[in-house]
């Protein structure tokens, strides 16, 4: 896994560290199937969340993850009474880094699959199996539920448009058709979250569905529902501002912050092809020149080195 910030891999590898010695045996032969959960004070919600979770999907055993981020109430004991495992990490930093501490976990204890939920009941826990089975059948290598193809309990019309616009634009910016970049309820092949650069503590949806385009995964999407939270209050969208609960203005936060993560990733994941095409076109000229081969000559093998650049995803599959 690449860390940007030394401070992350710190605390990453404590919490790790922890979560081995509290779990022993079962943290390193986890089921196949890892459903991981970031969770931010979320007591009275993540219990009844893990509970309704399915012992089994696509025929496989399951195993619930949950990051407890810097909570200051009960979500970490509520979960483990719940059933969950659970990571209790002392200081908040978003469901970014929970996540992708999470993933590092599955990884970790030999998961062949990992599916992602949200903590406050938003997700059908009924359809991990439809996001689960296009990845299990060979399909895609990741999967995420579309409201806009399935369903969502909002009146919110500025959250509409904005899940249209974002989903547009990352669609224009990757090439890739997506109509919702945003859903929380996910599935992938394990290895594909130790492939792909994580650094956002927030909005970190869009940066792995980025990150996972880029990477020449194959990617697709299944209509799922998104309920209203029940319990508590969303955490998205805080601002200074926040407590006096405004509606719009949370929005508009909430906008801002997630546009510069998706232009930023996506800037990000350009330089990396581009650099690596570099990387790659260097290495098979000096190749060439000291197999004698080169313009005009028969050996083509630094032209099938340069073909293969072209699919970042092929390299990215094999490590």
């Not at 012992?55 to 979960?79: N, P, R, S």
């Not at 399935?150 to 904005?162: F, H, P, Y």
């Not at 926040?242 to 994941?269: D, K, Q, S």
């Not at 076109?281 to 020149?289: N, P």
Request: a positive charge.
């Amino acid at each position: 896994m690449i860390y940007s910030d030394p401070r992350d891999q710190g605390i990453d590898d404590a919490a790790a560290a922890e979560f081995a010695r509290a779990y022993g045996e079962r943290a390193g032969h986890l089921p196949p199937v890892a459903i991981v959960i970031a969770a931010y004070n979320e007591a009275g919600a993540v219990g009844p969340v893990i509970e309704a979770l399915p012992e089994h999907a696509c025929g496989m055993a399951t195993a619930a993850i949950v990051v407890a981020d810097g909570c200051a109430d009960g979500t970490a004991k509520e979960a483990d009474t719940a059933g969950a495992m659970v990571a209790d990490v002392p200081v908040n930093r978003g469901q970014g880094a929970a996540l992708r501490l999470g993933y590092r976990l599955a990884r970790a204890g030999g998961a062949s699959y990992i599916v992602t939920t949200d903590a406050d009941g938003q997700y059908n826990p009924a359809e991990i199996e439809r996001v689960l089975a296009p990845v299990v059948a060979g399909e895609a290598d990741f999967v995420t539920g579309s409201r806009r193809l399935g369903s969502q309990e909002t009146k919110d019309l500025i959250r509409k448009a904005g899940v249209r616009f974002f989903a547009i634009t990352l669609s224009l910016l990757t090439g890739q058709k997506i109509s919702d970049t945003t859903f929380g309820l996910r599935a992938m092949r394990a290895e594909v979250t130790g492939a792909v650069q994580l650094e956002q503590p927030q909005y970190q949806a869009s940066e792995l569905l980025i990150g996972v385009i880029a990477h020449g995964y194959k990617v697709a999407e299944v209509p799922a529902a998104i309920h209203r939270r029940r319990i508590g209050e969303s955490k998205k969208g805080q601002n200074p501002l926040y407590g006096l609960h405004l509606p719009g203005v949370n929005n508009l936060f909430y906008g801002m912050r997630f546009a510069r993560v998706i232009y930023g990733t996506w800037r990000r994941e350009r330089q990396r092809l581009r650099s690596a095409g570099r990387s790659v076109s260097s290495s098979s000229a000096s190749a060439a020149r000291a197999n004698g081969s080169g313009p005009g000559s028969v050996d083509t093998s630094a032209s099938s080195a340069t073909a293969g650049a072209g699919r970042p995803g092929d390299a990215a599959k094999r490590t």
